[in-house]
């Protein structure tokens, strides 16, 4: 009973500095975006330790996963859905402030409304998938987009693949952005094709030199790897630049 009184009591503490918060919230919010991969077969996924939840989650948090009981394959589900989504805010909210720092409570997310607020400052986007991948179709993931709110999810392209073992996940994440974007045949080209870093750290891709305009988002994980970008891609390849 007096778990629940105490749960109770920081929910409203957590309600209140929500409503504190989204008074301050920026809505002139850049254009950002940011993805992250779980692979819910790997090991990390269901031997962490016993404190993860209480350092990576908010009150609010915590008493959402308490729905479900402790250890349960929906409690582990939704809790690396958290820490995903904390992860692809943290890609997003650098790209508009690469000097941030914090941890990970400075995150709030709020699954029932597909939202998170990053760092008290940005009420950004969010999209959370759970998947299925490998040649059997049967390894489980979750993947989750989080964006600018002015953009919209038919602006975002992004895709999930499972690699093979022992590969490169730097160089399969990488490959496998160029090889969706612009088709297979034109991995003949790596020369034309170079990958840098923002000041962020999020990706840059550059195809004969010229930076393609727009937000790339590259994420790892066990067998999967995964990007995002709102790079429009219609009507252009990679070799159209001379």
């Not at 160089?171 to 034109?186: E, M, S, Y």
């Not at 995964?226 to 009507?235: C, D, I, L, M």
Request: glycine share 6%; charged share 20%; proline share 5%.
């Amino acid at each position: 009973m007096l778990n629940g009184i105490y749960q109770g009591l920081l929910l409203k503490r957590s309600k209140k500095w929500k409503i504190s918060i989204l008074k301050n919230i920026n809505h002139n919010i850049p254009l950002v975006l940011g993805n992250d991969i779980v692979d819910l077969s790997h090991t990390d996924a269901w031997n962490f330790h016993p404190r993860f939840p209480d350092r990576t989650c908010t009150p609010s948090e915590l008493y959402y996963l308490n729905r479900w009981p402790l250890g349960s394959p929906e409690y582990i589900e939704r809790l690396w859905m958290i820490w995903s989504i904390k992860e692809s805010a943290y890609k997003a909210h650098k790209q508009h402030n690469p000097d941030m720092s914090g941890w990970w409570n400075s995150f709030e997310v709020m699954p029932e409304k597909g939202q998170v607020i990053s760092h008290g400052e940005l009420l950004l986007h969010v999209k959370a998938e759970k998947g299925y991948g490998g040649k059997e179709g049967n390894i489980p993931y979750i993947h989750t987009l989080v964006y600018s709110p002015y953009l919209t999810l038919d602006q975002i392209k992004s895709d999930v693949t499972c690699m093979e073992v022992n590969m490169d996940q730097s160089k399969a994440v990488r490959d496998f952005t160029v090889r969706k974007l612009f088709g297979p045949d034109n991995m003949l080209w790596p020369e034309r094709i170079t990958w840098c870093k923002e000041k962020s750290g999020a990706p840059v891709l550059k195809i004969s030199h010229e930076t393609l305009k727009g937000r790339f988002s590259l994420s790892h994980h066990g067998r999967f790897v995964a990007f995002a970008t709102n790079y429009n891609v219609e009507g252009k390849t990679c070799h159209y630049v001379s």
